[in-house]
């Protein structure tokens, strides 16, 4: 349970409510959004404190300007699009603090809503600085922290303003909380962890945790290919992270481990798509190492590789295979809850265009799958940066219950880890 106070449990009519939200929202080139997941999952937040008649000034960062005024980093083009989504104006001043925001703020009428430009073009955001978040605090009477995708990191709009005003939670943020949280604690189960993406270090604390807590671990992405060199398998040009092969090894002796009771299973890619270039233009081919690579770890023998399993010098593992995304799938229909972090594969569309890109077929089938296109559904929660880009940019994230706002935020909760922005709030 979140223990945290939050809008709902003080009285915000009339007051100047500054509301930090996650605004870091995709742009195109020429400053256009391209994906405005992050605002539309904050209108409730919004919605409410309007209701209750706050004068609510919002403040966010975007992108990372490292503490200087980058104008394609302007929370501007955010103020229009939060403006059309509200179909209520939105008021926007180029700066976050100093005398035309204390002037906008003290004129800011009940039920209206200032948005504030981005906070990180000033280098004492991150800095943590005193002076800086006494400003902040000066413009309002309560604080709302709503953004989930920032709660890992000490900043002064995450950790320093609950020091000089009172401060709450947003319901975005506890939601994210709560669900992370009780899909970790008390999962339906089985519980099934999918972790792709590109390095084991990245979520090195997430894989101890879901060793321990549960039933089945399918491993995908560019982290496969570490376990599979820390197997002794060739994997040529493939992405892998040889500071990662220590690590990786322990965390398979862990996963031996664990299985030895037949109850756990630690899945490693057994076939993949593997070409010589990431291009769309460039010929793919399907390589098996099953005979190398063992899906139940304990109960086959471990051979030696064949001629057919071999990855050539310059080829390079892309995606996880037809018969790997199959398995996974497949021991989805028997999951009650699905957790899943990382990419199977490059999914970016990025120079490889359309829908679905050369070496997204793993990741999709599994998005299939999680989602109910096999029959079962399981309880299903996403996190992840990369991850949650490729689900919008399908137009699938109402498939799944919970998709995170917050990438490294999620992995951090998913690894039991405090939060310093929630540790801050007052408590209920
Ligand atoms: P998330 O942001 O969702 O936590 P990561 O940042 O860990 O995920 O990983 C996503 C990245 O991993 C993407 O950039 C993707 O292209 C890359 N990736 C996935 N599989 C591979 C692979 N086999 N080889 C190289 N890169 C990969
Ligand atoms: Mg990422």
């Not at 303003?161 to 999962?187: C, F, H, Q, R, W």
């Not at 050369?358 to 089938?365: F, N, S, V």
Request: hydrophobic content about 40%; aromatic content about 6%.
């Amino acid at each position: 349970m979140f223990t945290k106070k939050t809008v709902r449990d003080i009285d915000v009519r009339g007051k100047r409510v500054l509301l930090r939200a996650d605004y870091n929202v995709s742009m195109d080139e020429r400053g256009n959004i391209t994906d405005d997941y992050r605002i539309q999952q904050s209108l409730p937040t919004v919605k409410y404190l309007l209701e209750q008649d706050a004068r609510l000034i919002i403040c966010s960062h975007l992108g990372r300007p490292k503490g200087k005024v980058v104008p394609s980093l302007s929370l501007a083009p955010v103020a229009k699009r939060l403006q059309e989504l509200l179909g209520k104006h939105v008021e926007f001043v180029p700066d976050c603090v100093g005398e035309q925001v204390t002037k906008a703020a003290n004129t800011l009428q009940p039920g209206h809503v200032l948005l504030l430009e981005n906070v990180r073009f000033y280098p004492e955001e991150e800095a943590n600085d005193e002076a800086f978040a006494k400003q902040l605090a000066s413009l309002a009477d309560v604080f709302v922290q709503d953004a989930f995708g920032v709660v890992h990191h000490g900043a002064v709009s995450v950790s320093e303003l609950p020091k000089y005003m009172p401060a709450v939670a947003g319901p975005l943020l506890e939601k994210e909380v709560d669900t992370i949280t009780s899909a970790m604690e008390n999962p339906t189960r089985p519980l099934m962890a999918v972790v792709g993406g590109a390095k084991i270090a990245d979520k090195l604390d997430v894989l101890h945790r879901f060793i321990e807590i549960a039933d089945f671990i399918a491993i995908g992405g560019g982290m496969a290919n570490t376990f599979l060199l820390a197997e002794g398998m060739h994997i040529g040009a493939s992405l892998a992270d040889k500071d990662d092969l220590p690590v990786a090894k322990e965390i398979l002796a862990k996963a031996r481990e664990k299985a030895k009771d037949g109850k756990f299973v630690f899945y490693l890619p057994q076939d993949g798509v593997v070409a010589s270039k990431i291009d769309k233009a460039a010929p793919t081919r399907i390589a098996d190492w099953s005979a190398h690579v063992i899906a139940d770890i304990e109960n086959y023998p471990k051979r030696p590789p064949h001629e057919a399993s071999y990855i050539r010098e310059h080829e390079m593992i892309l995606d996880i295979g037809p018969f790997s995304a199959a398995f996974i799938a497949g021991a989805m229909q028997f999951a009650g809850t699905v957790v899943w972090n990382g990419t199977m594969g490059i999914t970016e569309k990025a120079g490889l265009q359309g829908p679905v890109g050369p070496y997204a077929h793993g990741t999709d089938l599994l998005m299939e799958a999680m989602t109910g296109k096999f029959g079962h559904r399981p309880f299903s929660l996403v996190g992840g940066g990369d991850t949650v880009t490729y689900i919008e940019e399908r137009g699938l994230a109402d498939a799944f219950n919970h998709v995170s706002t917050g990438g490294g935020a999620s992995l951090e909760l998913m690894a039991g880890h405090k939060l310093p922005g929630v540790e801050a709030l007052q408590n209920k």
